[in-house]
């Protein structure tokens, strides 16, 4: 009867066994996948933060290229005009136009 019992408990190990083995199995698969996602919004992170940067630096230029602009010869834009504005350089008379960037 002891002999009976103890099989019983080895069978009703195994079976817990086995259902941790798929656990783990079934965890494993979703750590990768989680991983996986995690390195793929890593790198889109990095990319919007290089893209936010580069729009800084444009915008930073854009504005000194406005501020310097007005300096020297300010010219009012028609409220028409949201792509390009003009500006006349010091030793020119024709104005030069510069594109803006749209977002």
């Known amino acids: 009867e002891r002999n009976l019992k103890l099989e019983e408990k080895i069978t009703m190990l195994q079976q817990q066994n086995e259902e941790l083995r798929a656990r783990i199995e079934q965890n494993t698969v979703i750590t990768r996948q989680l991983s996986e996602e995690n390195a793929n919004l ?22 000194w290229k406005l501020q310097e602009g007005d300096a020297v010869s300010p010219v009012k834009l028609p409220p028409t005009s949201p792509t390009s504005f003009y500006r006349c350089s010091s030793g020119n008379s024709s104005p030069a136009k510069v594109r803006t960037l749209r977002r």
């Open 42 to 63: 890593q790198e889109y992170v990095e990319k919007e933060v290089e893209e936010k940067k580069k729009l800084s630096r444009t915008n930073e230029e854009l504005l």
